[in-house]
């Protein structure tokens, strides 16, 4: 069994709400149809159209305009818990990094029910976006509905594989964000309910495609990088290394200047006297 289906069995049972709700699925069978395949690198079809919570018909690209990554997400307004789970952690992750939502980056979630309307996504837009900071602006977080074949196109560009549960309705379906490049291109994925922070801002900062906005940020890349095993940034040891050696010798270079314009002063006091 894949690691990817292992952590969407464990987000499913965080709860036996959850496990009741989301359908308990108690055989390796049943979860074949339930997985996260990465294509990344891959871009999504911009061109793809939804609604949006007034009603309007838009392309997937309106919100890959703003030369700023996308953190999407993929849920169902009628998910008893997980999907509930998932967005109220993307809104404590988001706030607990000090890239702001609707200028550094935009927030994106869409349905994968083709039976939800512009008004059951805009109450979801004002549940959870107004769980964002009050730095966030009103669009940050763009909530979308969609017939069905458009959901699942997005879906499948994404990697994010799922199904309606026929008894009830309901969906099986991993949990997992995405974080895309201004010009719709997978850069990273995300697993869990809630997002590790540094991995959240590290993925938005690689993100951007080299619009580092200071000095600490680039350094802060430069001492990280993705560990595909742990499925997460980890320290990278030997940049740290270069990066000490490099501190070191500057600042040698820069004592040793100092002594040396001392040194030349005390010489030019003696000449003098």
């Not at 987000?11 to 990344?40: F, Y």
């Not at 007034?54 to 997400?73: A, K, M, N, Q």
């Not at 169902?76 to 809104?91: D, F, K, Q």
């Amino acid at each position: 069994m894949c690691i990817r289906i292992l952590i969407a069995v464990s987000a499913i049972a965080i709860s036996p709400l959850v496990l009741s709700a989301q359908v308990v699925l108690d055989s390796t069978e049943e979860l074949r149809g339930v997985d996260v395949i990465e294509h990344l690198g891959d871009r999504v079809p911009l061109d793809l159209t939804f609604v949006n919570t007034s009603g309007d018909v838009v392309s997937l690209g309106t919100y890959f305009e703003h030369g700023v990554p996308v953190l999407l997400t993929v849920y169902y307004s009628n998910c008893p818990m997980l999907c509930s789970y998932l967005l109220t952690g993307v809104s404590k992750s988001v706030n607990q990094i000090n890239l702001v939502p609707g200028r550094d980056f935009q927030i994106l979630s869409i349905s994968v029910d083709s039976l939800e309307t512009p008004d059951i996504a805009a109450a979801a837009k004002d549940r959870f976006s107004g769980m964002l900071s009050k730095a966030a602006s009103k669009d940050a977080w763009e909530f979308l509905v969609s017939p069905e074949g458009h959901a699942r196109a997005i879906a499948r560009a994404l990697g994010f594989e799922y199904y309606r549960i026929e008894e009830s309705g309901e969906f099986a379906h991993p949990i997992a964000g995405f974080v895309l490049t201004e010009n719709g291109k997978i850069s990273r994925y995300l697993y869990g309910i809630e997002y590790n922070p540094r991995d959240l801002r590290l993925a938005l900062l690689e993100a951007s495609e080299g619009k580092v906005r200071n000095t600490v940020d680039r350094i802060i890349l430069y001492c990280y990088h993705y560990d595909p095993d742990s499925k997460g940034y980890v320290v990278f040891a030997g940049n740290i290394m270069r990066l000490g050696g490099t501190i070191t010798v500057v600042i040698l270079a820069i004592v040793l200047a100092g002594l040396w314009l001392r040194e030349r002063r005390r010489g030019a006091t003696r000449t003098t006297s």
